[in-house]
């Protein structure tokens, strides 16, 4: 976060980094879209603005909105363990129950279909 987001973008490539993930001071990327076009265009292929979070439903169209070269994603995928025994009423952390029974992954074929979405363009 910062106050100034194009001072900030500034200041990255003066630093010499090669890449900002971003999701435009939003929530999620697709809420940032402006700021994320208007910081592709600032940064004039000297460093890499690359937002994170898109799916297949919205990939396209940000990619032609914003003109990133590059996304982030998880592209993640819940799967259920092969454990057999369960005590449905013992729970191994805390207050806030995560799934004991499933764990996320990534999803190989959504991350086939993200790079063909982005390569159709």
């Known amino acids: 976060m910062t106050v ?3 001072q900030a973008l500034e200041d990255l490539i ?12 939003e929530s999620s990327a697709v809420e940032g879209v402006e700021l994320i076009a208007a910081l ?3 940064a004039a292929n000297r460093i890499i603005v690359m937002p994170g979070g898109l799916r297949e439903r919205n990939i396209q169209k940000f990619i ?3 003109g990133v070269k590059e996304v982030h ?3 993640r995928m819940s799967v259920e363990s092969a454990m057999t025994y369960r005590q449905e ?3 191994m952390g805390g207050t806030l129950r995560p799934p004991e029974y499933s764990y996320l992954t990534t999803d190989p074929q959504r991350v ?3 790079v063909r979405l982005a390569n159709e363009l």
Request: hydrophobic residues 45%; proline residues 0%.
């Open 4 to 6: 100034n987001a194009q």
């Open 14 to 25: 003066a630093l010499g980094v090669d890449r900002v993930l971003t999701t435009g001071q």
């Open 40 to 42: 592709v265009q600032q």
């Open 64 to 66: 032609q909105r914003t």
């Open 73 to 75: 994603m998880t592209a």
């Open 89 to 91: 009423h013992v729970f």
């Open 112 to 114: 086939a279909t993200l």
